[in-house]
């Protein structure tokens, strides 16, 4: 039995742990969010009306664009007005980037999302004017030549923008820099992303790669002032080799217990990130943003390998769930966090395939999770998961006089039986639902899109006290109001 009947909220979950990253690569935004206003398939301003209505379905905060690596090399007055020029897209695949899709169709996207912009800079083939200018372009709103440009080009509004990233990945795609070097060069570059009329931009730093411990610490010994946030990327890779990174759905038992294995290294990684954040930035002020993370396979067989385009099964599901769980618990630091990516690459929302679409299960886990957002953390006896601890994990919160408890079975063969004593009796139960499939293997495809898809989850209760049975490899939301 979890004993909730005393609990008390610690602090509360960013809805911005949801968030998602798009960047140039692949078929992400070309086909996956972009076919143009003259396509064939359904489309709101050249956006395809079929992922924004899934998206929105599952709350999208905020989407972090164009890149990843792209951002490095990308030049955003080549994707604004009616002269787009195109360019090489070397990180990915080689292929001719169009910049049909460029800073106005972004925040088109974010208008159909109602969605928060996180745009990240390039610093490392970039120049200080370019970003100062693009900044410019987006936020200024009297007669000055950038702003008069993006009214040109019929914006007259500036755009609103949230989130400001200097670089992406500095130590390697961005520009190969030693952290002192990088530590400079952010200095420098984000004197000039400046805050125009009422528009405030959150700065952020490029962070760690993964266990790089010593980037975080000469970045906050050196740059913690001038920054709102520093980031950090893991991927989840079953083998923790990038030459040989395994199937998505071609797998064993030991890739499915490994993958959870190296996935649940996110907790020690933010522990110990935030351990040096605290020792320069006791009062939190800075975020650590998880703006890439996910599962990361060899790409699916048939496919452009520079397209990254892969599968999604039940392990990814609970992937998903158990770093949501750990953003959950370490939401006093961690604010914002953003899947890789939101359609067709690595772990996606969404796959496409010309005018078709399908859910992946980590889409289902996300929507299954939407009450979290902007809940009030419920820390748990001991701050642990009590009889979830051998092979399972669950997360607690309270919004709007309800209480959402999420469930991660990861265990292949061995149930869970769930029960929690609750602070107030239960007055109504407002969701149940659990996520599992048929086999760890099995995941949607084009003909068959609801292998893996949520169902009704039997709950049972008793006054103050709420039981339910987990299958193997679910993950499961159960919702009450209590009086
Ligand atoms: O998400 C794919 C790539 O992974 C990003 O472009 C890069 O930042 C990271 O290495």
């Given at each position: 039995m979890i004993d909730l009947s005393a609990s008390a909220s610690t602090h509360r979950i960013d809805r911005r742990v949801y968030g998602q990253f798009a960047e140039h690569l692949g078929r992400c935004i070309y086909e996956g969010v972009w076919v143009g206003a003259d396509s064939g398939i359904p489309n709101k301003n050249g956006i395809r009306t079929d992922v924004v209505d899934a998206l929105r379905h599952i709350k999208v905060p905020l989407v972090r664009w164009p890149g990843g690596c792209f951002a490095d090399e990308?030049?955003?007055?080549?994707?604004?007005?009616?002269e787009r020029q195109p360019m090489v897209n070397t990180h990915w695949g080689g292929v001719v980037e169009?910049?049909?899709?460029?800073t106005h169709e972004y925040f088109e996207l974010l208008d159909q999302l109602d969605a928060e912009a996180y745009i990240n800079g390039n610093v490392g083939s970039g120049t200080v004017a370019e970003m100062q200018d693009w900044v410019e372009y987006m936020t200024l709103d009297h007669t000055a030549p950038m702003a008069e440009l993006r009214k040109r080009h019929g914006r007259e509004q500036p755009f609103k923008l949230e989130f400001f990233g200097v670089g992406n990945e500095s130590w390697g795609c961005?520009?190969?820099?030693?952290p002192l070097h990088y530590a400079n060069q952010y200095r420098q570059f984000q004197t000039y992303v400046r805050n125009y009329g009422d528009n405030r931009i959150s700065k952020i730093a490029c962070g760690a790669n993964s266990d790089d411990y010593e980037w975080t610490e000469v970045l906050m010994a050196r740059a913690a002032g001038h920054m709102d946030g520093l980031s950090l990327h893991y991927y989840t890779l079953p083998t923790g080799d990038w030459d040989a990174k395994g199937s998505a759905t071609d797998f064993d038992e030991h890739g499915w217990y490994e993958t959870i294995r190296q996935t649940r290294r996110m907790d020690e990684l933010l522990t110990r990130h935030s351990a040096i954040m605290d020792t320069y930035d006791p009062a939190k002020r800075v975020s650590l943003i998880v703006d890439e993370w996910g599962t990361w396979y060899d790409v699916e067989q048939g496919t452009n390998p520079g397209f990254l385009y892969q599968q999604s099964t039940m392990r990814d599901a609970l992937v998903a769930a158990l770093n949501l769980n750990i953003f959950h618990r370490h939401g006093a630091r961690v604010r914002m966090a953003n899947i890789a990516q939101m359609v067709n690459v690595l772990q996606a929302m969404l796959l496409t395939d010309g005018s078709r679409m399908v859910k992946t299960p980590t889409y289902h886990v996300f929507d299954l999770y939407s009450d979290h957002q902007d809940a009030d953390f419920v820390g748990l006896p001991g701050g642990g998961a009590g009889a979830f601890d051998s092979h399972g994990d669950v997360t607690v919160s309270r919004k709007d006089g309800a209480l959402t408890i999420s469930t991660a079975n990861w265990h292949l063969e061995r149930g869970i039986d769930a029960a929690f004593d609750l602070p107030a009796n239960v007055t109504e139960v407002l969701r149940a639902e659990v996520l599992t499939s048929a086999a760890p293997t099995v995941h949607n495809t084009?003909?068959?899109?609801?292998?893996v898809r949520p169902v009704e989850l039997p709950v049972r209760i008793d006054g103050r006290t709420l039981r339910f049975e987990l299958p193997p490899r679910s993950v499961a939301t159960v919702r009450v109001g209590q009086r």
């Amino acid at each position: 039995m979890i004993d909730l009947s005393a609990s008390a909220s610690t602090h509360r979950i960013d809805r911005r742990v949801y968030g998602q990253f798009a960047e140039h690569l692949g078929r992400c935004i070309y086909e996956g969010v972009w076919v143009g206003a003259d396509s064939g398939i359904p489309n709101k301003n050249g956006i395809r009306t079929d992922v924004v209505d899934a998206l929105r379905h599952i709350k999208v905060p905020l989407v972090r664009w164009p890149g990843g690596c792209f951002a490095d090399e990308y030049h955003w007055l080549k994707g604004v007005g009616d002269e787009r020029q195109p360019m090489v897209n070397t990180h990915w695949g080689g292929v001719v980037e169009s910049n049909e899709f460029g800073t106005h169709e972004y925040f088109e996207l974010l208008d159909q999302l109602d969605a928060e912009a996180y745009i990240n800079g390039n610093v490392g083939s970039g120049t200080v004017a370019e970003m100062q200018d693009w900044v410019e372009y987006m936020t200024l709103d009297h007669t000055a030549p950038m702003a008069e440009l993006r009214k040109r080009h019929g914006r007259e509004q500036p755009f609103k923008l949230e989130f400001f990233g200097v670089g992406n990945e500095s130590w390697g795609c961005g520009g190969n820099m030693l952290p002192l070097h990088y530590a400079n060069q952010y200095r420098q570059f984000q004197t000039y992303v400046r805050n125009y009329g009422d528009n405030r931009i959150s700065k952020i730093a490029c962070g760690a790669n993964s266990d790089d411990y010593e980037w975080t610490e000469v970045l906050m010994a050196r740059a913690a002032g001038h920054m709102d946030g520093l980031s950090l990327h893991y991927y989840t890779l079953p083998t923790g080799d990038w030459d040989a990174k395994g199937s998505a759905t071609d797998f064993d038992e030991h890739g499915w217990y490994e993958t959870i294995r190296q996935t649940r290294r996110m907790d020690e990684l933010l522990t110990r990130h935030s351990a040096i954040m605290d020792t320069y930035d006791p009062a939190k002020r800075v975020s650590l943003i998880v703006d890439e993370w996910g599962t990361w396979y060899d790409v699916e067989q048939g496919t452009n390998p520079g397209f990254l385009y892969q599968q999604s099964t039940m392990r990814d599901a609970l992937v998903a769930a158990l770093n949501l769980n750990i953003f959950h618990r370490h939401g006093a630091r961690v604010r914002m966090a953003n899947i890789a990516q939101m359609v067709n690459v690595l772990q996606a929302m969404l796959l496409t395939d010309g005018s078709r679409m399908v859910k992946t299960p980590t889409y289902h886990v996300f929507d299954l999770y939407s009450d979290h957002q902007d809940a009030d953390f419920v820390g748990l006896p001991g701050g642990g998961a009590g009889a979830f601890d051998s092979h399972g994990d669950v997360t607690v919160s309270r919004k709007d006089g309800a209480l959402t408890i999420s469930t991660a079975n990861w265990h292949l063969e061995r149930g869970i039986d769930a029960a929690f004593d609750l602070p107030a009796n239960v007055t109504e139960v407002l969701r149940a639902e659990v996520l599992t499939s048929a086999a760890p293997t099995v995941h949607n495809t084009f003909d068959a899109p609801d292998a893996v898809r949520p169902v009704e989850l039997p709950v049972r209760i008793d006054g103050r006290t709420l039981r339910f049975e987990l299958p193997p490899r679910s993950v499961a939301t159960v919702r009450v109001g209590q009086r």
